[in-house]
């Protein structure tokens, strides 16, 4: 039973345009939430995360938002580029520094 | 700066043999973590440190023993390998010190057991 879901295994947007990848939790005990990034052959790199007492962190072209009453977090990147082309992780902190990860999304960026 | 370094990148096992995959930091981090990879299952956590000396059990940790004897390495090892252990391996580290800290990632260990 996943406890952090990312329920499109995959998206196609379009050079310019905005990407917005979307991530639900179960667990409202979920302090803290972070975005990875993955490009194949290659370890996660972190990008951008959250404290669960604030709605919306921003830094540069990536945005998370953070809705607790729905247990929903996303991820805009605005504007999307061909080098956003991966693969993201959304992560949630369970207790002390252990984290548990959703599936992933594909994301590819067109030109 | 190397930050995260796992050996060997690539391995070929047959079903029983044993191996060690290892995971070296140089952030003088005090936690570490293996994680696997399989296909639509995201990051699943097998054993973690807290610092040096110390192991524990994550969420799939059977098959699999760990130890952390300096601080800076993190080794996993397979005593009797089985086809449901071909995985993608990743380690990671995160500083102890400071909370809300992001994990830092080595490149992974592809392993395959026929």
């Known amino acids: 039973d996943q406890q952090v879901k990312q329920n499109s295994p995959s998206l196609s947007v379009q050079e310019g345009r905005i990407s917005i990848l979307n991530c639900d939790y179960t667990?409202?005990?979920?302090?803290?939430f972070l975005w990875y990034k993955k490009y194949p052959a290659e370890g996660p790199t972190f990008l951008i995360s959250?404290?669960?007492?604030?709605d919306k962190n921003e830094d540069g072209r990536f945005t998370v938002f953070l809705n607790k009453s729905a247990k929903h977090l996303s991820l805009h990147i605005v504007p999307s580029q061909p080098g956003d082309s991966a693969v993201y992780f959304c992560?949630?902190?369970?207790?002390?520094?252990?984290?548990?990860f959703g599936p992933g999304t594909r994301l590819s960026v067109l030109p | 700066n190397a930050g995260v370094t796992q050996t060997p990148k690539f391995r070929v096992l047959k079903t029983g043999q044993s191996m060690t995959l290892l995971c070296a930091q140089d952030?003088?981090?005090?936690?570490m973590y293996w994680y696997r990879q399989d296909p639509g299952m995201g990051l699943r956590l097998i054993h973690y440190?807290?610092?040096?000396?110390?192991?524990a059990k994550g969420e799939v940790p059977d098959g699999y023993n760990v130890s952390r004897l300096k601080k800076q390495n993190f080794l996993l090892g397979l005593e009797s390998a089985a086809p449901s252990q071909t995985s993608v391996y990743f380690c990671?580290?995160?500083?102890?010190?400071?909370?809300?800290?992001?994990?830092?990632f080595g490149d992974g260990t592809r392993l395959s057991i026929l």
């Open positions: 440190s807290v610092g040096e000396g110390t192991t």
């Open positions: 952030m003088n981090h005090e936690y």
């Open positions: 990671a580290s995160a500083g102890g010190e400071v909370s809300n800290q992001p994990q830092h």
């Open positions: 992560a949630a902190r369970t207790w002390g520094q252990n984290f548990v």
């Open positions: 959250i404290s669960s007492i604030k």
């Open positions: 667990n409202s005990m979920f302090d803290y």
